[in-house]
């Protein structure tokens, strides 16, 4: 069974920092060729913040480039965001996502993790 396990998520004030780490475990059937953070906001659909391929390709919502950044760690299957000046507009729940395989693909997502940025 695969899981991906996300920590990280809390509540903080503007302009403050937050990391996320998810850690994948479980025995998935393809080679692993993405990793990546989805979040969304209450009454709003799930969006891309932020994913990295194989080759080390990153991919930034506009709305985060130059304050988050995504990096992974493939000998202990983890990917991180560094979240950096958060405002309120980042509150959120965060989601891990994994995508194995070329021509036939599996997805997998975390159980979320609650970002809250308030006063």
């Known amino acids: 069974q695969v899981q991906l396990v996300e920590t990280g998520g809390g509540l903080v004030q503007p302009g403050e920092s937050l990391r996320l780490s998810c850690v994948v475990s479980g025995n998935i059937p393809f080679k692993v060729n993405y990793m990546g953070w989805y979040r969304q906001a209450p009454g709003k659909q799930r969006d891309l913040v932020a994913g990295v391929t194989n080759d080390g390709t990153i991919d930034y919502a506009d709305t985060v480039k130059g304050r988050f950044t995504i990096s992974r760690d493939n000998a202990k299957n983890t990917v991180y965001l560094q979240m950096n000046s958060l405002n309120v507009e980042d509150t959120a729940v965060y989601y891990c996502?994994?995508?194995?395989?070329?021509?036939?693909?599996?997805?997998?997502w975390g159980q979320g993790t609650q970002v809250t940025v308030s006063e």
């Open positions: 996502h994994v995508k194995a395989g070329v021509y036939i693909t599996a997805h997998y």
